[in-house]
Every structure is written in C-alpha cells, then in structure tokens.
C-alpha cells in the first residue's frame, strides 16, 4: 500500500493526466469550431475553459497543502514543484485552445480560414490533438522514451507553421489583411499549444531523470519556429 | 534583525526587482532595435535573454533549497510559492523582448515597422517599458495600491494594440502581408509583455492582502484584447 503522500501524488497526476483530456478536447472542438464556422461549438469551448482553470486551481491548492502538510523534500518535493508547473502549462494550452475558438467566434457565420489552407489549419489541429494526447500518456506511465517522441510531433508542427507562414508571405495571399491577421495568430496559438505540450513532457523527463538538459533545446525550438517565417 | 528565512526572502524579492530591471532594459532596446532597424542592438537583447534565464534558475534553486530546509507553512510557503510564479512571468516577458529582438533581425536590414505605424509601436514600447519599471517598484515595496495602477498601463497597451490592428484591417494597409504579418506578431509580443506585468503585480497584490479576485478579470481582459481586432 502506498503511503498518504505518495496518494497525493497520485491524485495530483491523474488531474494532471485529466487536464490533458480536456486540453486536447478544447483544442480538437476549437479546430472544428474554427473550420466549420461552428458558433455553438466555439461558444462551448470558450465555456469549458472555466473547468480547466478550475482543475488546475485546485491542484495548486491540492499541492501547496501537501507541502505544508508533509514537507516533502528532494524528489518528493520536486514531483510537487514541477506539478505545479505542468497545471500551469495545461491551463494555458487551453487558453490557446479558447483563444482559436475565439477566432472562430469573431468571424461568425463566415469562417476565418480560406480554403487555400483549410488543410494545413485541419493539420495543425491535428498534430495539437496527437502531441497532447502523448502528453497524458506521459505523465501517467512517466515514461521517458515516449516523452522524447513529442519532439518529432513539435517538428511536425513546426512544418506546419512553415508551410502556413510561407503561403501568407509568398506574394499569392489574396484574402486579405484581415484573413493574414486572424492565421498568423491561430499559427501562433497552435504553435505555442505544442511547445506548452513540449514542456509538459519535459518536465516528466526532469522527474525521472533529474536532468533539464532539454530546456534551453526547446527555448531554441520556439525561436526556430519564430524564425521559419 | 531579520531571521535566516526571512533573509533568503529579501533575497528572492532583490532578485525579482532585478529580473524586472533586466526585462525592461531588454524591451527597451528590443523596440529601439525593431524601430532603427539596429543589428547589433537586436543581437545583444538576444544574447542578454540567457542572464534572464539564468537569474530565474538561481532563483528557483534557492526557491526550493528555501522550502527543503525550513519547511515554511502558511504565508511563508505562500510567498516563496508565488515567488517562483512570478519569475516564470519575468523570465517570460525577456523571452517576448527577445521575440521582437528576432524581427528586427529578421527584417535587417530594412526596418520592419512601416512609417505609418512607427508611432504606435513606439508608444507600446514605452507603455512595456513604464510597466514593468512599476512592476519593479510594487515588488520592491510591497505597494498594493500601486500595483493597481498598472492597470491603467494595460488599458492604454489594449488601446494601442486596438490602433494597430484597427490600421492593419481598416482596407487602408499598403505594406503586403509579411508586413502585417510581423506587425501581428509583434503587437502580441508587447501585448502578453504587459499581461505577464499585470500578473506579477496581482501576485504582489495576492501576497499583501491573500486575495485573488483579480485573477479571472485579468484572463478576460486578454480575451478582450484578443478582440479588440
């Protein structure tokens, strides 16, 4: 039988693991919302963010009395620290997630995304979908090789980005300043949807290695995609 | 005379103001760098990013060195908590300076700012430089009523980033995409500066009063500049 502490933890991970479903659900229905031109959908995004902000509140709460109450220090004390910083991650990607929907309710009932790249929008989606499901898978078998895997879909995001970038710039864009506007943010909360994911992944590494050694790679990666443009 | 932990606070505090010193100085040059189309300007606020993230390791260092060796509860373990939130928030607003460092690289070396918008990022430099000196003084002196006043600074942010967009979507925009591209970037880099300003001072006013009802208004006051647009 585990002890009490090792309980919280327990619980305190499988918050976290919850609030990767509900990021990964945010962001799949804020895509949908967006491409669809689907304003009950968007509206329903942006109202479940609430539960997400709730979830990581009460982790907070969960975590800072664990440390008042138990004192935990080396590992022990590091798993509660760095679980606080994977709620704050995990909020924020569904900020992003809110964010898109928003987009998406803004240009109700057209939708905010030409056709011309309709496809690379649905990708991005996607790879958001795929990158924050193995966050959850993650953070509940803290399983270090599959955390490293999350770069390849970073990568692929990155492509996306690129491509997504690339068609605003190439002198072909003919939707206009206001369509230019609204895609280079919803690539850039995709994007950062990805790198909060990455993070998220990381920081499971760092609690079971003891390393950060990925750290300052992924404040790179986020300036190379900065870059791709 | 103050005991050892609350000396180890006086020191995490120093260091915050420090990281709001540096934060500041590096979105100052950032815009100097972005309005002058300033190479070696841009280059030094990128490299000088690392002493950022330097300071928020030592600061989280002694953040959990301080929780393993006294063990603090209640309030104390509260504010060395919100100690490491705020730091994350700093070291995030030298990634942002940073960010717009990289577009004037990347423009190099024309300006990427066109004419008619140069007073308008001007001023959100200005308005990213005041509030973080303020976030420098609330920390410093534990000011609640002053941390409040950096609201003001974000409504005028809000009203400047409202222009910039308004200009880039009125059908007058006469610069192409990659432009209006950069542009949008940009606002949401000097945007989010201020949010995460606005959040460090809410943490002030957290730890003076235990109070976080600013905390829900500060997510809708980004949702409401992300529709300004």
Known sequence: MRDAFHEDLDTIS???????????????RATTALLDADLKLAESVIEA??????????????????????QP??????????????????????????????????RYPDSAVPADV???ILQMGQVAERIVAKCGQVIAAKDVEDAKTLERDDDAMDELHRTLFGHLIDGSWKH????????????RYYERFADHAVSVAHRVVYLVTGEWDVAEDHEEQEDRASELR
């Open 14 to 28: 499988d918050q976290l693991v919850e609030m990767t479903r509900l990021a990964g659900s945010a962001m799949s």
């Open 73 to 106: 220090v080396a590992t022990d004390l590091r798993m509660v620290v760095t679980g606080m910083r994977m709620s704050a991650d995990l909020e924020r990607m569904g900020d992003l997630a809110r964010h898109v929907a928003k987009v998406a309710r803004l």
């Open 176 to 187: 206009g300043t206001e369509a230019a506007v609204d895609m280079t943010l919803v690539g």
């Open 49 to 70: 963010d609430k539960e997400l902000d709730r979830l990581r509140e009460d982790l907070d709460a969960l975590s800072i009395d664990l440390l008042a109450r138990q």
């Open 118 to 120: 309709r496809a690379t």
